[in-house]
């Protein structure tokens, strides 16, 4: 069922909202050549779990860390271990926190030092594609306004995004309907209302679209081993737009940069 969402869940999922954005910019910080993921990883469930949160990531659905750490040709769901960030890589990461009982859920590609041109133009048009939803995010518009938005803008790059991994509803739950996919038609699809919160989430491969899961049952990667990127907000859908809630209003510089 979906859901639109009341005053006071919305302030919980504000507050949510943030604490996903400082946890997001202290990773971001630490984020360099000789840093391991699981440091990463420690970093951002001390900041979510200082603001009175918890990870909404760790033990779901058995996953065992608070946040996903997704290098090169991994799209998502990457485990943080001890594997060492090299320079020239381009690293994913996706988190969330559960606040009151409200989730907040995001993520954001970086790059690891200095990274070739093809991983610029990947990210900056990822991240494009992102706000090329986000810009159809309004009442009365449909979810294939926003999903085709994101696949047109991202397809005219040449790039590909993958069918089997979409954007989603969220509020007391982690994933909520609808589901929203990446590549859509305008005009279909259920018409957006004021209250509604979504998370919307292009992932996009240089490559051909297909993907597999590794033996841990959990890493997605490129079936062509191709670069991949990720970007994330969750968004509540006001009377005439939307608002970004997984963001820090005091420091939007380390969000957008």
Known sequence: MITTKSEREIECMRHAGLIVALAREAVASAIRPGVTTKQLDSIAEKVIRSHGATPSFKGYNGFPAAICTSINNVLVHGIPDHTVLKDG?????????????????????????????????????????LFAGLRQAKPGNRLGDISHAIG????????????????????????EEPPIPNVGTPGKGIVLKEGMTLAIEPMVHVGKPF???????????????????????????TKDGYEILTINREDTQSIYG
């Open 89 to 129: 890589d381009i690293i994913s990461i996706d988190l969330g926190a559960c606040y009151q009982g409200y989730h907040g859920d995001s993520a954001w590609t970086y790059a690891v030092g200095e990274v070739s041109d093809e991983a610029k133009k990947l990210m900056q048009v990822t991240k494009e594609s």
């Open 152 to 175: 047109e803008y991202a397809e005219s790059f040449g790039y590909s995004l993958p069918l089997d991994y979409t954007g989603h509803g969220i509020g007391t739950h982690l994933h």
């Open 211 to 237: 993907t597999r899961v590794l033996n841990d049952d959990w890493t997605v990667v490129t079936k062509d081993g191709s670069l991949a990127a990720h970007y994330e907000h969750t968004i509540l859908i």
